[in-house]
């Protein structure tokens, strides 16, 4: 009791003073007439030391705790001070972030497969499943639709593309996409090859494919049902446990991306796009507190369960950018709390593709500042054509980490927008791209409880099954 105390001691210590000390640097920095910034508090050399030190005393606490969830925050600082200190180093360890998101893709379509086909044919109630599905779009586009509105009313408000330069040098380069017609998106939706479908990661055609499946296999005699009814729940059970393995390097991945991330981009950049930022995060808390919680209110989902639960899937989706990342990890969390697999597995997946509230606003905002910083002025009608169209272009690229940016350069093409400020956009993408992911996968989560709720389905008080993470101790 005394060794585990003291560690916590010396971690809450550490940090304190390691906060206290860059807090003293931050207010007593003195800037010159050339722009740059002159310390003249604390050395370097001390702060280097003092931010180590809090490392070490981070992973001091994480061997105590031994908590997955604990272990990826700390690897997330670990990540942090890694690419900043040592960036040359931080930009090599981007393919242990690349095997982590490598494997966790693997899962992700039989996953997807597997428990969408056993969501829809396992209880062989199609009415049930019709009417999950359009409650399910209901809810989808009234939510998107609130939050495309909020971040055009935010850029508009707060104009902070105005203004704004292009960075003199730009450390990659995106390709734009060819612009769509709607017959091409239409088209896109369906799949001709199923297993190119899952190679390429379309999730949006894995989920039509699936659907259509599970509704055919509904239509077939129960004794010729049951059999691919039980593979499917099988093939769902292996490919969770699947991600528990895969799971245990979650650490280890989301530190080498945020490594990866501080090291290549620096943070020079931030000084010219930091009103977009933060723009971007505030909007997404007033979204999360104006929308979601009046939601979860609503429907009485018990908050701190819910909280409790989701917290894991949403630090995996900040730490790699990834929807998909958290995806089978959200999926065992809703169970846990009382929503039934079938509901999980017919609305989450559903939810990837059609309920992508963090993209949906990021692209309503970012859009807007491109116009804003090429001095373009938009009238609120095209305003709303184009923020609605790549609503529409956007579905189905949840997994994918910067696709949001090659979808704003084909809209971007179509209503002959410049290319400079999405470039200038890149900078900081990766730190945008951290919260909308996150409000992604939060806005699923809350999704298929709801559903759940308005099928008079939800059970809190019902087992969600084992623990998906053995090292986790349960919390009372």
């Known amino acids: 009791m005394f060794k585990s105390r003291y560690i916590n001691f010396f971690a809450f210590i550490i940090i304190s003073v390691t906060a206290v000390l860059y807090l003293i640097n931050f207010v007593f920095d003195v800037k010159s007439e050339s722009g740059i910034v002159e310390n003249h508090t604390i050395p370097e050399g001390v702060l280097t030391f003092f931010r ?3 490392v070490f005393g981070l992973i001091l606490y994480g061997i105590k705790k031994r908590s997955l969830t604990t272990w ?7 990540g942090a001070t890694v690419g900043y200190d040592f960036p040359d180093v931080a930009v090599n360890l981007r393919v242990l972030s690349k095997i982590f998101l490598k494997m966790i893709k693997t899962i992700v379509g039989p996953l997807i497969f597997a428990t969408l086909v056993y969501g829809i044919a396992g209880h062989s109630d199609i009415k049930q499943v019709g009417r999950m599905g359009w409650k399910s779009l209901l809810y989808f586009e009234v939510v998107t639709t609130i939050a495309l509105f909020i971040g055009v009313a935010a850029i508009n408000l707060f ?3 105005m203004g704004i330069e292009a960075p003199a040098a730009m450390h990659e380069q995106i390709t734009a996409a060819k612009p769509q017609t709607w017959q091409d998106i239409i088209l896109h939706i369906f799949p001709e090859n199923i297993a190119k479908s899952m190679a390429e990661g379309e999730v949006l055609q894995i989920v039509v494919f699936s659907v259509i499946f599970g509704i055919g296999l509904i239509m077939v005699p129960e004794k010729k049902r049951k059999p691919m009814v ?3 729940q099988s093939l769902s059970e292996v490919m969770f446990k699947f991600t528990n393995i895969v799971m245990y390097f979650a650490p280890i991945g989301v530190g080498a991306a945020m490594a990866y991330t501080v090291g290549h981009m620096g943070l020079g950049i931030l000084q010219n796009l930091f009103g977009l930022l933060f723009l971007l995060y505030g909007a ?3 979204f999360t507190l104006l929308v979601l919680l009046p939601i979860a209110l609503i429907a009485r989902i018990p908050l701190m369960p819910f909280i409790r639960a989701i917290k894991q899937p949403v630090s995996i989706a900040f730490a790699t950018t990834s929807s998909e990342a958290a995806l089978p990890r959200a999926m065992e969390a809703m169970e846990s709390i009382g929503v039934p697999r079938k509901v999980v597995s017919f609305v989450m997946p559903m939810g990837y593709s059609f309920n992508l509230d963090g993209t949906t606003l990021y692209l309503s905002l970012a859009s807007i500042f491109v116009a804003q910083a090429a001095g373009i002025d938009l009238s609120l009608g095209e305003q709303l054509i184009m923020v609605f169209t790549l609503m529409v272009t956007s579905k189905g690229v949840a997994g994918i980490p910067r696709a949001s940016l ?3 350069m084909g809209t971007a093409a179509s209503f002959n927008l410049p290319v400079w400020p999405i470039m200038a956009i890149l900078g900081i993408d990766e730190l945008m791209d951290m919260a909308r992911t996150s409000i992604n996968v939060i806005g699923n989560c809350l999704a298929s409880a709801f559903i759940a709720k308005w099928e008079g389905e939800f059970d809190p008080n ?3 099954g ?3 993470f053995e090292a986790e101790p349960q919390k009372s």
């Open 52 to 54: 180590w030190a809090s």
């Open 72 to 78: 990826i925050l700390v690897c997330l600082v670990i």
């Open 284 to 286: 997404l808390i007033a």
């Open 462 to 464: 019902k087992e969600g």
């Open 406 to 408: 090659v979808i704003l």
């Open 230 to 232: 039980d593979f499917t």
């Open 159 to 161: 104009p902070v593309g």
């Open 466 to 468: 084992e623990e998906v």
